[in-house]
């Protein structure tokens, strides 16, 4: 029996946003006001949210995981900086768990499986074919609740 598909978004899920503003300089952090997401480099800089790594290492002995994630159009960086974060937390070798296993996609909806653990219904988060699980709601409100509710 195959195990069933759980896609995981990586801002404001997986990664704490914030702590890759605190990161940037003063200048860039002017220059880039009201579009953060746009300024080079600030993905590469984020810090996991608690109990982040340590959720998705129980999830993976019960589920298949994927990266499923989104980038600002305008900052080409993010999409290498989203590697390169996976890479330094979960390892770039051939038996990491996230190895070839980030999909970036401003149409969440199109991918098929039974889980997204998403923080927001945009990007077609909301219209996902399988069960939307709310990051950061009442219901799901940390990774220690996601947990519990997928490996009961």
Request: aromatic share 14%; net charge neutral.
């Amino acid at each position: 029996m195959s195990k069933k598909i759980i896609y995981v978004d990586m801002d404001n899920v997986l990664v704490d946003f914030k702590s890759g503003i605190k990161k940037l300089d003063d200048k860039t952090q002017k220059e880039y006001i009201g579009r953060l997401d746009e300024a080079p480099g600030i993905f590469a800089q984020m810090e996991p949210f608690d109990n982040a790594i340590d959720s998705i290492r129980i999830l993976s002995q019960k589920y298949d995981l994927y990266i499923l994630s989104t980038a600002p159009w305008l900052n080409p960086s993010a999409w290498i900086d989203k590697l390169e974060w996976i890479q330094k937390h979960f390892g770039k070798e051939t038996t990491s768990l996230f190895y070839k296993r980030l999909i970036i996609s401003h149409h969440k909806n199109l991918n098929i499986g039974d889980f997204l653990i998403d923080d927001r219904p945009n990007n077609g988060a909301e219209n996902f074919s399988g069960k939307w699980l709310h990051f950061g709601s009442e219901k799901f409100p940390n990774w220690d609740m996601v947990t519990k509710y997928l490996m009961k």
